[in-house]
């Protein structure tokens, strides 16, 4: 009776039957739409896995899906990725954002192979000891891995625990505290239907309790949500500052750099003299403090008269 005490006290006016039964629904729901990713229903390995939440990380799945194909099968473990040139990584992750979490794949995929025997570590404190893996990653991979019981909280799990049981909006941020008491006092006890329940509501709060725009007639939570009851106060709102816009920012500059770059890999000499830099970017001064970031990170060299390259 210990679990149904500790559901009780976690969560105030939903009794045991109750959550018994919303776990029912949401797992038929997942049955019937979780979308078939090709790193999903083991149809991969651990490795495949942590690349897959990498790549998701701030990326629209539907982008993910082609660039995880060619990465897997050009590197399909962590020791033929330590092997490739940083050029050939840095170009394989292509449009993907933030490429810096391609240097920290790399550098990941080293510590694996070396470390590890190329197979990654098994327990949440090695995994997040791994460069570039944070306490999301390492959670989904000891989840959806290695079947292990433990609370997957990303963006997703926080907006619909937090609407469906406080009635409130999930602002953003870091994960609060009383999020995660929350995630893990809702997580079923069975190993197996935990790693069920972690996948379906990641894939309930992508697919319907979105941040601006749920569909409330589609969701298996609808009649138990307390958000929904009470109007559906602050949807879509954060804490966070407003999204700058993409075009003219310093993260704009550095993707044309980069794509620029990327377009020269089969050249024999990949590299972009100082004449054709220039004429990327009108602003000179914010594209040699874009090129300069670039070089500070590891991602492009600055040879001679300010010639550019991808690192070798």
């Not at 942590?50 to 082609?66: A, F, K, P, Y």
């Not at 709102?237 to 980069?258: A, D, E, M, Y």
């Not at 990327?262 to 004429?279: F, G, I, K, Y």
Request: proline share 5%; charged share 25%.
């Amino acid at each position: 009776m210990a679990p149904v005490k500790r559901l009780r006290e976690a969560v105030d006016g939903f009794n045991a039957d109750e959550l018994e039964t919303m776990k029912c629904e949401l797992f038929s729901w997942w049955d019937t739409n979780a979308r078939d990713l090709p790193w999903r229903f083991g149809r991969t390995t651990p490795w495949g896995i942590l690349i897959s939440e990498v790549m998701s990380q701030q990326t629209q799945m539907s982008r993910v899906v082609d660039y995880w194909t060619s990465w897997m099968g050009a590197w399909p473990d962590a020791a033929s990725l330590a092997e490739a040139s940083t050029a050939e990584v840095i170009t394989a992750w292509g449009r993907l954002g933030y490429p810096r979490r391609a240097l920290r794949l790399q550098e990941c995929a080293t510590v694996v192979a070396e470390q590890y025997g190329n197979e990654l570590p098994r327990t949440y404190d090695e995994l997040v000891a791994l460069p570039g893996i944070g306490d999301y990653t390492a959670s989904a991979v000891m989840s959806f891995a290695f079947g292990e019981r433990i609370a997957v909280i990303d963006t997703n799990v926080r907006r619909v625990l937090w609407r469906t049981f406080k009635g409130k909006e999930s602002f953003g941020g870091a994960t609060k505290p009383e999020e995660r008491k929350l995630a893990q006092a809702l997580l079923p006890q069975d190993a197996k239907e935990s790693v069920t329940w972690n996948e379906a509501l990641i894939e309930l709060g992508a697919l319907v309790c979105t941040a601006k725009n749920p569909k409330i007639d589609k969701d298996p939570w609808a009649s138990y949500s307390r958000f929904y009851a009470n109007g559906c106060p602050n949807m879509g709102q954060r804490r966070t500052r407003p999204r700058q816009s993409f075009k003219g920012t310093n993260r704009h500059v550095r993707g044309i750099v980069l794509n620029a770059l990327r377009s020269l890999a089969d050249r024999e000499q990949p590299t972009l003299p100082r004449a054709e830099v220039e004429q990327l970017w009108n602003d000179h001064v914010q594209l040699d403090a874009c090129i300069a970031s670039l070089d500070e990170d590891g991602l492009i060299e600055i040879g001679p008269n300010g010639s550019v390259r991808l690192p070798v």
